[in-house]
């Protein structure tokens, strides 16, 4: 009797085994790299899109929602919308703001109708045109309105939250032929309202990059440069 009773077991124990053997993950399950064929792209070329009478252009901000609409800041031109990729464009910012010098443009995530823009060219040459602050839209370019930071002098970049459309960031240069105390980084989270300068070095150094980080908005990097053009 003890002898079946084993051979009972161990039948148990075999059919067992198969079915633990499934429940198992496999030992390497490491997805294998992704790789891509170049020839694929062989037949893309840069082809030139216009606005043809914007003047230089310093600044690009594509709709995340629709890839057909693209703003484009031009510095001494204003800013110009397309809504068919580049076939044509038409000019949004004549006769609502004071200032044809466009440094920066960006688009918010979490509500493509809100569009910032900040005035004064980014390109510090001798001839350089100066801003007169931030913008702002909220009904994707129709209609602006000015939202501070007058004295900027020169806006270089704006990046606004993926989640909320009222904290906007702004990268200041300052004032391209004299020191100035409005260089900096500032913050506003309430679409303009008000704003907090939250970096800043020198009267002299101003800042002309800064960019969210993806994965988590709460880190903020930011470049500064201490630039002074001379008549």
Same mark, same amino acid.
């Given at each position: 009797?003890?002898?079946?009773?084993?051979?009972? +077991? $161990?039948?148990?124990?075999?059919? %067992?085994?198969?079915?633990? %053997?499934?429940?198992?993950?496999? +030992?390497?399950?490491?997805?294998?790299?992704?790789? !891509?064929?170049?020839?694929?792209?062989?037949?893309?070329?840069?082809?030139?899109?216009? #606005? !043809?009478?914007?003047?230089?252009? $310093?600044?690009?901000?594509?709709? #995340?929602?629709?890839?057909? +609409?693209?703003?484009?800041?031009?510095?001494?031109?204003?800013?110009?919308?397309?809504?068919?990729?580049?076939?044509?464009?038409?000019?949004?910012?004549?006769?609502?703001?004071?200032?044809?010098?466009?440094?920066?443009?960006?688009?918010?995530? $979490?509500?493509?109708?809100?569009?910032?823009?900040?005035?004064?060219?980014?390109?510090?040459?001798?001839? +350089?045109?100066?801003?007169?602050?931030?913008?702002?839209?909220?009904?994707? &370019?129709?209609?602006?309105?000015?939202? &501070?930071?007058?004295?900027?002098?020169?806006?270089?970049?704006?990046?606004?939250?993926?989640?909320?459309?009222?904290?906007?960031?702004?990268?200041?240069?300052?004032?391209?032929?004299?020191?100035? #105390?409005?260089?900096?980084?500032?913050?506003?989270?309430?679409?303009?309202?008000?704003?907090?300068?939250?970096?800043?070095?020198?009267?002299?150094?101003?800042?002309?990059?800064?960019?969210?980080?993806?994965?988590?908005?709460?880190?903020?990097? %930011?470049?500064?440069?201490?630039?002074?053009?001379?008549?």
């Amino acid at each position: 009797m003890f002898a079946r009773a084993a051979r009972i +077991v $161990a039948s148990l124990v075999l059919v %067992a085994s198969p079915l633990v %053997a499934q429940r198992r993950p496999p +030992v390497s399950a490491v997805a294998p790299a992704a790789t !891509f064929d170049s020839t694929w792209f062989a037949g893309m070329k840069w082809r030139e899109v216009g #606005p !043809f009478r914007g003047g230089r252009v $310093a600044a690009v901000a594509g709709d #995340p929602a629709n890839q057909l +609409v693209f703003y484009a800041g031009g510095t001494g031109g204003g800013v110009w919308k397309t809504t068919d990729a580049g076939l044509t464009w038409k000019p949004v910012t004549d006769g609502q703001i004071s200032s044809g010098s466009i440094g920066a443009v960006a688009v918010a995530d $979490a509500d493509p109708n809100v569009v910032y823009v900040g005035t004064g060219e980014n390109t510090l040459r001798g001839n +350089v045109s100066p801003g007169d602050g931030m913008y702002r839209s909220t009904d994707a &370019g129709k209609t602006w309105s000015k939202i &501070g930071l007058a004295d900027a002098g020169q806006i270089a970049r704006i990046a606004v939250h993926p989640k909320d459309a009222d904290l906007v960031y702004v990268a200041v240069i300052g004032h391209v032929f004299a020191p100035n #105390p409005t260089r900096g980084v500032y913050r506003s989270k309430d679409g303009g309202k008000t704003w907090q300068k939250i970096l800043s070095k020198n009267d002299s150094t101003g800042a002309i990059d800064l960019v969210l980080d993806p994965q988590n908005p709460r880190i903020v990097y %930011a470049a500064l440069w201490q630039a002074q053009r001379t008549p």
